[in-house]
C-alpha cells in the first residue's frame, strides 16, 4: 500500500460524499415541491378519489352542471376522466402506462353522460341522437347492444318471389342507390356469385298464398292518384316527389311490385306482412285495382326500360343452400323477419364499448388512427373496408348509405356509453317510460290492426310520425269529435305535413276507440267542467284580441294557421282542458307548443268561453 | 457534560481510535460489526481486480433493499383490492414514496444482475474448490434466493405487468413433470393468480425468504473467514509470499475503507438512478386481459425463450440440471491448478465451458428479452 494509492482512495471518497449529499438534496426538493396540503373528493360508492380540487376551483366550474351534479356527490373524473388520485398535472391530465384513460374529450365526456342517463331520450344531444340512430339504422339487428330494440322497419321477406322480380333483387343488392336514392338498407358489397346464391335462398321463403285478382273492376290510373291522396297515404309515403319518408317512395316501390301482390297487400295488409308497421288496410278491391294501377303506370324512363330489368335471368334453385349460409352469416335476418322469427345476433355485443380503451380496439388499415372510442366507432361506421385485414380478413360490417359525419359519431358517443357494469342504481336517470302495452282483448285488436303506435307516441314509446302524444288525449278531446275524427279525419293542424290517415275503420270500431282513448288517456292536471256566467264570451273575445290568439290560430275565420284551428273547436277541445291550457301554460299542450300565458282563472274561464262560442265555418280549407 | 459523552463513547466503543497496527487489530476483533472481517487482510485481497467489489455490492443492495423494503410496507396491503392502489399512494400522497419504490425496484434489478457476476467471478478464480465447495453451494443457494426474492416482488404492485409476468413464472413452474402443478398450486394457493398469491407472495418475500437469505448470507461470510479468505494465486506476483513475504495488511483501516468507499458509490450510483429513471407501473391487473406477449420478469425470459422452444427440456431440464451442476461443480474439479487466477491455461476448459454457458444464458434473455413481439414472434427491431 502506497500513499498514492490511499490518495485516489481519498478521492473516490471524496466524490461518492458529495455525489450523495447532492442526490439526496435532489430527492428532498422534490418532496417539498409537490402540494403540501391535499384536497380531495371521496365518492366511495364509485370508487372515485378526486385531488382535483386541490389546484381546480370547482366554484368557477362553467355553466350550471355543478347545480345539478354536485362535486361531494359526483366528483371529477367519472364526467371529465384523468386520473383521480394525482397530485401533478401532467399525472392527473395525460395518459400514462399506468392510466390509459387520460382527461375526455368532448365526445368522450358526453358519453360519460350516458353511462348514468340511460334511454333514447337522454337530455343529451349526441347520446339522444346516437341511441335514435342504433335502431333506425339497424345496428341492433346484428348487434347486442343494451336499451337499444331490434329494428321494426325492415321488411319481412316471407313471400319475396310473389312481391318482385329477381332482377329488382340483383339490382338491389349490386346497388339500392341506384333505385332510391334514400335507401336506408346498407349495402353488404357482394359479388355476383353471392347475389345469385342469395336471390336463389329468397326465392325458396314461401309466404301467404295471393288470392287471384278478379278480373273486375277494373284498375284506372287516375282514380288510383285521387285514392291516395283521399286516403292521406302521402304522410308517410312519398309520389310524385312529394309526401312523407316514413315508408317506401311509391314512384320506386309501385314499378318493383308486382301488381297482383300489390292487390293483395292493400286488400289485406296484415295477412302478407303480420309485422309491418303499415296500419292494416282492408281496401276495397275497386280501391286496390286503382292504386295497383297507378303504381304500375310510375316512373317509366325515356327508354322504357326500368333500372333493374338489365339484370334479368333465371333463378338457380341449387345455390340456396349457399345463399342461406350468407343469409346466416352476413346476419341479414337481424333486421329481416323470416316466417315472424328474428335471427339470434350476429356480430359482436356492443355491451362493454364504454370500458374499452381505443388502443387495444383493431387499428384501420387507412387513414388516421382514431382518438377516441367515439371516433373509432364514427370510423369504422363511415369507413368499415378501412378495417379490412388484407387477405386475411373482409369487414362484415355492411357500408350504411349518407352517413353524416356528425350522425356517426353520435353512434359512437353512444355506444361509448355502454359499460359492462352500470353505475349504482342510485345513479341512474332512466330518460324513458316503460313500454306502453295495449290491453288484451278488442282494444288491442284493434290498436294492433291500426297500428296507432307506428305513428303515435303514448308514454315516450312509439313512433314519430305524428306530433301529437297521445298521452292525455282523453282529457282534450270530447268523444264524440273523437269517434267522426277516427272515422273521417278532418284536418285540424294545417301547419304540420302528417296528416292521419283514413284508416277504414268502421262506425263500431270508432266508437270502441273513441271510448277507450278517452276513458285512459286522462290528466290529473285538468279539472272538472267549468261553469260559464253569462258576459264571458263578450269579455273573452276581448281578451282574444288583447293576447293576440289570433296570431297562430283562425278563430272566426280569420287568423293564421300557425295552430290548430278554433272554428269548431267547441265540438272538438273538452271545455276543461281548454281552461287548464290558458291557466297552466303549455305543460297540458301536447308538444309543449302553445305560448307561456297563465291567464287569471276568470279570466282563463272567458277565453275559454269565447273560443269554444265559435261555430264551425263554412269552409274548412282542405290540404 | 463532556465527561458524560466519553463515558458513553467508552461503553460503545471499546478500544479507541486505533493508531497503530496492534491497536487496529484490537478493534477488530472487539467489535461485532468489524469482527465479521478477519483482522488482517492479505495485499493481494485487497486489490479491485480481485474481486470487482461484486460480494460487497450484494451485501449493499441487501442492506438498502430491506431498508427501503421495510419503509414501503409501512404504505403496502397485501390484498388485490388495494394493492395497486398502494402504488398510487406511494407515487402521489407518501413522502419519499417515489424514491423510496424506485430504490427498492432498481436495488432489487441489480442485486440479481450483481449477485450472478459475483458467481462468474468466484468460478472463474476457482473460487468453488477445497476447502471452499459447501460455501460455493451457499452462494449458488443464495443466486438462486435472490431470483426467488425479486420474483415474488415483482408481483406485489399488481399491475398488468406484475400479474402476467407471475402468471408465466407459474406456468414454466407447473411444467416441471409429476411435482410442477402441485407446487404451482403450493405456490399461487388457487389455480391462477389471485389474492391467495398475492398474500403468498407477500409472506415469502417478506418474511421467509429475506430470514432464509439473512442465515444463509452469516454462514456464506463465515466460511469466506474460515476457509482461508479469498482464493489465492501462489504465483502472483501481487501476493504476500513472493514480494513483501508473509506481511498481512491490518484491516482497519484498508479493507474496512474500501468497503465503505464501494458502500458509499453503490449508494450513489443507485439514487442516481432512482431520481432519472421511475419504477414502472402499468394498469390494475386484468385478468381478462392478455398483454400480448406476457413476459416473465427478464431474468427469466432466457428460459422463457427456451420453453418456447420445448416446455421440458428448455423451460425444466435446462434450468434445472444448470442450478444441479453449479452445486456439483465443486465436488468433480478438485484439482488446485491455476487457482486465483483469471483465465489460467491449466482451467481453459472449465473457464470456457462457464463462460460459454453464461454467454448461451445472456443470449436467450437479450433475445426473450429485446426481440421477443406478440405471439412470441421474432422481431429484429426492438420495440
Known sequence: MTPRDDRWLHAVFAAASVAIVVLVGIAVAREV??????????????????????CHDEAKHPGAMLDRHPVERFGCTPCHGGQGLATSANAAHNAAPDWERPLFSKAERDAACGACH???????????????????????????????????????????????????????LTDPAQLDAQHKMPTFRLTKPEIEALLAYLWTLPGAPLLPVP???????????????????????????????????????????????????????????????????????????????????????????????????????????????????????????????????????????????????????????????????AQKVQQPTAFDVPSVQRARMPTFPNV??????????????????????????????????????????????????????????????????LDN?????????????????????????????????????????????????????????????????????????????????????????????????????????????????PDVVPERRHPEQRLLPDDARALAAYVLSLPVLGAVPVP | MRELVKHV???????????????????????????????????ASLRFRATWALGVIAVVLAGMLTATGVYLMFYYYPHPDVAWRSMKDLAF??????????????????????????????????????PREANWVAGVGLWVLTLALSFTGYLLPWDQLAYWAVTVGANMAGAIPWLGQPLRVLLLGDMTVGEAALLRFYVLHCVLLPLLLFGIVGFHLFRVRKDGGLVTSEHDPASDRTKEGHRLLPSWPHLVYRELIVGLLTTAVLLLLALVANAPLEPLADPSRTPNPAKAPWYFLGIQELAHWSAFWGGVFVPAITVLGLCAV???????????????????????????????????????????????ALMWWPN
Not at chain 1, 346516437?130 to 339497424?138: E, H, I, N, S
Not at chain 1, 302495452?437 to 314519430?464: I, K, M, N, W
Request: charge should be positive; charged fraction near 20%; hydrophobic fraction near 40%.
Open chain 1, 404 to 469: 353524416r359525419a356528425d350522425e356517426a359519431l353520435a353512434l359512437g358517443i353512444a355506444l361509448a356509453s355502454v359499460h359492462a357494469a352500470s353505475p349504482p342504481e342510485t345513479w341512474l336517470r332512466r330518460h324513458e317510460t316503460a313500454p306502453f302495452v295495449p290491453p288484451p282483448g278488442e282494444t288491442g285488436q284493434l290498436v294492433a290492426r291500426f297500428r296507432c303506435l307506428s305513428c303515435h307516441r303514448f308514454g315516450g314509446q312509439g313512433g314519430d310520425v305524428s306530433r301529437v302524444p
Open chain 2, 9 to 43: 463513547r467508552a461503553s460503545l466503543f471499546r478500544v479507541g481510535w486505533p493508531k497503530d497496527e496492534r491497536a487496529a487489530v484490537k478493534a477488530m476483533v472487539s467489535s461485532i460489526t468489524l469482527h465479521i472481517h478477519s483482522p488482517k487482510v492479505r495485499p
Open chain 2, 330 to 376: 465443486p465436488f468433480f474439479d478438485r484439482h488446485m491448478d491455476g487457482v486465483g487466477r483469471y483465465f489460467p491455461r491449466e482451467r481453459r476448459v472449465a473457464s470456457g465451458l462457464f463462460l460459454a454457458l453464461m454467454t448461451f444464458f445472456a443470449v436467450v434473455t437479450v433475445i426473450g428479452t429485446l426481440f421477443r413481439g406478440p405471439a412470441w
Open chain 1, 215 to 377: 278480373a273486375e273492376p277494373q284498375g284506372d290510373a287516375d282514380r288510383g292518384k285521387s285514392t291516395l291522396a283521399r286516403l292521406r297515404c302521402a304522410t308517410c309515403h312519398k309520389f310524385e316527389d312529394r309526401g312523407g319518408d316514413f315508408a317506401p317512395d311509391l314512384g320506386l316501390a309501385g314499378v318493383k311490385v308486382q301488381p297482383a301482390w300489390l292487390w293483395n297487400y292493400l286488400t289485406d295488409t296484415h295477412r302478407l306482412r303480420p309485422h309491418t308497421r303499415m296500419p292494416g288496410f282492408r281496401l276495397a278491391p275497386q280501391d286496390a285495382a286503382d292504386i295497383a294501377a297507378y303504381a304500375a303506370e310510375q316512373w317509366v324512363p325515356d327508354t322504357g326500360v326500368l333500372p333493374w330489368q338489365k339484370f334479368d335471368g333465371d333463378v338457380e334453385p341449387a345455390l340456396a343452400p349457399k345463399g342461406q349460409q350468407l343469409f346466416v352469416d352476413l346476419g341479414c335476418g337481424g333486421c329481416h323477419l323470416v316466417a315472424g322469427k328474428r335471427a339470434p345476433p350476429s356480430a359482436p355485443a356492443l355491451d362493454r364499448l364504454g370500458d374499452r380503451h381505443v388502443a387495444d380496439l383493431p387499428l384501420p388499415a387507412r387513414g388516421r388512427p382514431p382518438a377516441d372510442v367515439p371516433a373509432w366507432v
Open chain 2, 93 to 130: 400522497v407518501v413522502p419519499f414514496g417515489v424514491i423510496t419504490r424506485n430504490l427498492h425496484r432498481w436495488g432489487a434489478h441489480a442485486m440479481v444482475a450483481i449477485v450472478t457476476l459475483h458467481m462468474l467471478r468466484v468460478f472463474l478464480s476457482g473460487g468453488y474448490k477445497p
Open chain 1, 33 to 54: 415541491h409537490r402540494p403540501l396540503t391535499i384536497d380531495q373528493r371521496l365518492v366511495p360508492a364509485l370508487g372515485v378519489v378526486d385531488r382535483c380540487v386541490t
Open chain 1, 118 to 172: 340511460l334511454g333514447t331520450n337522454a337530455p343529451i344531444a349526441t347520446v339522444a341522437t346516437g341511441r335514435k340512430a342504433l335502431f333506425d339504422r339497424g345496428c341492433s339487428g346484428c348487434h347486442t347492444i343494451p336499451g337499444i330494440a331490434p329494428p321494426d322497419h325492415a321488411p319481412e321477406l316471407d313471400g319475396l318471389r310473389d312481391k318482385v322480380a329477381p332482377a329488382w333483387v340483383r339490382a338491389w
Open chain 1, 473 to 585: 288525449v282523453g282529457a282534450r278531446l270530447r268523444q264524440s269529435w273523437l269517434e267522426g275524427f277516427l272515422r273521417v279525419p278532418v284536418t285540424v293542424r294545417m301547419d304540420q305535413p302528417e296528416r292521419m290517415p283514413v284508416l277504414g275503420m268502421t262506425e263500431a270500431e270508432a266508437r270502441h276507440l273513441a271510448g277507450w282513448l278517452t276513458t285512459v288517456f286522462g290528466d290529473e292536471r285538468i279539472g272538472p267542467a267549468p261553469a260559464f256566467i253569462p258576459g264571458d264570451v263578450e269579455r273573452g273575445k276581448s281578451l282574444y284580441v288583447q293576447h293576440q290568439c289570433g296570431a297562430c290560430h283562425v278563430g272566426d275565420g280569420a287568423g293564421t294557421m300557425k295552430g290548430p284551428t278554433l272554428d269548431g273547436a267547441r265540438d272538438r277541445l273538452e271545455p276543461a282542458y281548454v281552461v287548464a291550457l290558458l291557466q297552466l301554460g
